[in-house]
């Protein structure tokens, strides 16, 4: 290979890396605006729902890097953890576990996708069924809870 095959091999590379960064920063600054209306939807909810926050490593390319894994703890219930995937998922921009604590083989997945018009949204996913997919938002998010704090899941 010569030099200039090399420095032009060497250019694409940093173009990808630069574009993967670039998605990274996409995926955590949407899961950042995800909890906080998260939070925003259930703030009337004080004493009833604790909200705590840590820091998880995802290591992914094209680097390692810290993402905000968020609890709800409910007063006298269960802890409903978001639990940040990554970036590198295929057909979406991003990927958050959604379970009970204790229970994460019942989990189901919130999607990062984007519309015609490139605004992004987050997709519920309870299964791989059509009918299983759902616009996440404060009424998804409700009745997901409802139906988990009604019918628990079998502990594996």
Same mark, same amino acid.
């Given at each position: 290979?010569?030099?200039?095959?090399?420095?032009?091999?060497? !250019?694409?590379?940093?173009?990808?890396?630069?574009?993967?960064? #670039?998605?990274?920063?996409?995926?955590? %600054?949407?899961?950042?605006?995800?909890?906080?209306?998260?939070? $925003?939807?259930?703030?009337?909810?004080?004493?009833?729902?604790?909200? /705590?926050? $840590?820091?998880?490593?995802?290591?992914?390319?094209?680097?390692?890097?810290?993402? /905000? #894994?968020?609890?709800?703890?409910?007063?006298g219930g269960p802890v409903v953890i978001l639990e940040p995937v990554g970036? %590198?998922?295929?057909? !979406?921009?991003?990927?958050?576990?959604?379970?009970?604590?204790?229970?994460?083989?019942?989990?189901?997945?919130?999607?990062?996708?984007?519309?015609?018009?490139?605004?992004?949204?987050?997709?519920?996913?309870?299964?791989?069924?059509?009918? /299983?997919?759902?616009?996440? %938002?404060?009424?998804?998010?409700?009745?997901?809870?409802? /139906?988990?704090?009604? %019918?628990?899941?079998?502990?594996?």
């Amino acid at each position: 290979m010569s030099l200039k095959e090399k420095l032009v091999e060497l !250019a694409e590379n940093k173009k990808e890396d630069i574009e993967a960064k #670039k998605a990274v920063d996409f995926w955590r %600054n949407q899961a950042d605006k995800l909890h906080n209306d998260i939070k $925003t939807w259930f703030c009337g909810y004080d004493g009833y729902i604790k909200f /705590d926050s $840590t820091k998880k490593i995802i290591d992914e390319y094209p680097y390692p890097y810290e993402a /905000d #894994k968020l609890e709800l703890d409910i007063k006298g219930g269960p802890v409903v953890i978001l639990e940040p995937v990554g970036s %590198n998922i295929v057909g !979406a921009w991003g990927r958050t576990d959604l379970y009970l604590s204790g229970y994460i083989a019942n989990k189901v997945m919130l999607l990062l996708m984007k519309d015609d018009n490139d605004k992004a949204y987050w997709e519920l996913r309870k299964s791989r069924k059509q009918e /299983d997919r759902f616009i996440f %938002n404060k009424e998804v998010f409700e009745d997901l809870l409802e /139906d988990w704090l009604e %019918n628990p899941p079998d502990f594996i």
